[in-house]
């Protein structure tokens, strides 16, 4: 059992893996099957996931982070798969996202293009390898597998604004791919490590040349991890192809934008935390005012939007600069709070990606643009009174389902009470206010004051978009047709957005596990030990551990 | 050596760089290409530049730094090519879907107007 619980590390890359090559060899007419494989599959992992989690949180085992050497090399030699807090939760987060997106698309979405299932499950294990692997080149790999997959995911069902967008997005990201190159062989070059936990214990005693260039290479590596991440002004690319990308496809997106932030946030805090000699708080700058200039962009775009799939692509502007910002911030307690925001946004906006989808189907494709133009010259319409009370009689439930998610939604965006989005910034905003960290790590009190003041900013802008939007798409008799919705659709909404209410009424042991997340991260050490000198751990987990 | 490896990746990087931000789909696409050559012979000088030396271990002899090169670079080098080769056939499908749908080989999906 306890030899079965170590490989259980490797099964969230595995088991996609194979299951998404095998399904290429099925034809696509079996479509039935293919998605009872895809599904049985991604329920797996959430199982998994959830398993993999109750491990580093120390539940199951003594040892709450677990590295497992591929192929049984040694750490700093052979790459190696790292399981703490941090990857495990995020490895949770791509499954219910992963569940929700394909059970979505199961309704319409997955019959639109060819190989989705199989493209799907690749994306997964590209995601859960980044969040799970140890080393930088290993990185890299699956990097470029759920890019890779991603490619092909964003023209899913094709069209002209599809190919435009996923065109732009292809070259921004493959040139960002070839900077994460050289930002890797640049480290390896003046460290001759690629293990992240070795190259922590080498940074402190290198020399002032070499210092130089590692701190290059890790800049240029940090533009590649801020391109996905989508900081300003690296993000132009970002609202365009999420709104033109299908919705299961762009809801599963907006976990991609958080294995940047994962990425930078792991990075930081491992190479270049507090006890990093000179190299400590490296970037720290860099990514606090970024992610402040982030979340300014982002709220323009959110008010500036007319169409609701680009509000949701600001809005993951928003949320990935107030990560961002809250990573550069640099004290445990802002870290805490921000991975609750993490987990609490990456929901609300995959949820709106596809509580989008569902009201927008039967809507014309301009209605947006129209309302907006109509109520700018001061038009009303009269004549479509009688035509909105008909709708009202006719269905009056998918409606008020799809109506009652919006706001949900809304006030998750917002950050209002009652849901978790509240609590999320609640959290952020008190750490960052902390006299501590602002004395740790290194901003001054101004900017302190002007990064509350757009966290503040940006939820009442969020406020302001949805309110408008959903008036002129749930009030206005615009719209006579009523959408046409499938019960697996509400199934996965209401699925990411329980989950939310649940995160609001379960809030107490949830923020102690981000707690103590952040507080293993900002103390590397027992992550480092545990990658470097396995040996002591795991005896004590072979005898320790009980099923 | 050094300078004629360094020459080459600046003009590499450069000339890539350069396409990279031209309007034409295709001038992209060897843009991306130029610049992943200059990447791979990037992460291949990082393995510090040797001649005459091989990257194995012989079995009764004891490794000796003076006469062994890194095989760790060309590892990754070889990843990388592969990587690059690949996201340039995907890339490339796209170019055509472009073209075919947009009518123009224009990055935006048509003419600028200047």
């Given at each position: 059992m306890t030899a079965f619980a170590d490989h259980l590390i490797i099964a969230p890359i595995v088991l996609p893996l194979l299951a998404g090559a095998l399904l290429l060899l099925v034809d696509d007419r079996r479509r039935p099957f293919k998605a009872t494989v895809a599904v049985a599959v991604t329920a797996a992992l959430l199982v998994i996931s959830i398993l993999l989690l109750r491990r580093a949180d120390g539940q199951t085992a003594l040892s709450q982070t677990v590295s497992y050497a591929l192929g049984d090399w040694p750490a700093p030699f052979g790459i190696v798969l790292v399981l703490d807090r941090l990857s495990a939760m995020m490895v949770l987060l791509t499954s219910i996202l992963g569940l929700a997106a394909l059970v979505f698309s199961l309704a319409r979405w997955h019959r639109a293009g060819p190989n989705f299932h199989t493209l799907f499950l690749f994306l997964l294990m590209g995601l859960n390898g980044a969040f799970l692997t140890g080393d930088l080149f290993n990185l890299f790999v699956f990097f470029e597998v759920l890019l890779a997959a991603s490619y092909a995911l964003v023209l899913h069902g094709m069209g002209v604004v599809r190919v435009k967008a996923g065109l732009h997005y292809i070259v921004v990201n493959l040139a960002a791919s070839t900077l994460f190159l050289i930002g890797v062989s640049l480290i390896y070059g003046v460290s001759g490590t690629l293990n992240m936990a070795d190259l922590a214990t080498r940074i402190?005693?290198?020399?002032d040349h070499d210092r130089m260039f590692l701190e290059a290479g890790a800049a240029i590596l940090g533009v590649a991890f801020l391109v996905k991440a989508g900081m300003w002004p690296l993000s132009f690319w970002l609202p365009t192809a999420y709104a033109a990308a299908s919705a299961p496809a762009a809801a599963i997106f907006s976990v991609m934008t958080k294995v940047g932030v994962y990425i930078i946030l792991r990075l930081s805090l491992l190479l270049f935390g507090a006890s990093a000699g000179e190299s400590a708080h490296f970037g720290s700058q860099v990514l606090l005012y970024g992610g402040m200039a982030t979340i300014a962009f982002g709220l323009v775009g959110v008010l500036a939007t007319q169409t609701m799939s680009r509000l949701a692509g600001y809005s993951v502007l928003v949320s990935s600069g107030t990560l961002l910002a809250a990573i550069g911030v640099g004290n445990a307690a802002a870290t805490s709070g921000a991975l609750f925001y993490l987990v609490n946004s990456t929901l609300a906006i995959a949820g709106f990606f596809l509580l989008i989808e569902l009201v927008e189907r039967g809507r014309d494709a301009g209605a947006d643009v129209l309302a907006v133009t109509m109520e700018a010259f001061g038009y009303t319409d009269e004549d479509d009174v009688n035509e909105e009370v008909e709708v009202g009689e006719r269905i009056p439930t998918i409606l008020a389902f799809l109506g009652g998610s919006f706001i949900a939604c809304g006030l998750l965006l917002a950050g209002l009470p009652p849901l978790s989005g509240f609590l999320a910034k609640f959290a952020l905003m008190s750490a960052i206010m902390d006299p501590a960290g602002i004395g740790t790590g290194g901003p001054q009190h101004v900017v302190t004051w002007v990064l509350i003041a757009l966290l503040i900013l940006s939820g009442l802008s969020a406020m302001l978009a949805m309110t408008r939007i959903g008036i002129q798409t749930f009030w206005s008799p615009l719209e006579t047709a009523v959408p046409g919705v499938r019960g697996v659709e509400v199934a996965a909404v209401a699925f990411l957005l329980l989950l939310c209410v649940l995160m609001t009424v379960r809030a107490a042991p949830v923020l102690d596990f981000m707690e103590e997340t952040a507080m293993s991260l900002h103390a590397p050490k027992a992550y480092v030990d545990s990658v470097l000198s396995p040996g002591a751990p795991v005896d004590a987990k072979r005898t320790g551990a009980k099923p | 050596m050094e300078i004629i490896i360094a020459a080459a990746i600046g003009v590499l990087t450069g000339s890539g760089l350069w396409l990279l931000l031209r309007p034409r789909t295709f001038q992209v696409i060897i843009g991306l290409s130029l610049l992943s050559y200059a990447a791979n012979l990037f992460i291949f000088s990082m393995g510090r530049l040797r001649s005459n030396a091989v990257p194995i271990i012989e079995p009764d002899t004891p490794g000796n730094l003076a006469t062994l090169t890194d095989p760790l670079p060309q590892a990754l080098v070889l990843t990388a090519i592969v990587i690059s080769f690949a996201m340039t056939a995907l890339f490339l499908v796209v170019l055509l879907a472009s073209r075919g749908l947009t009518g123009t080989d224009h990055v935006d999906g048509r003419e600028s107007d200047l």
């Open positions: 402190p005693g290198m020399n | -």
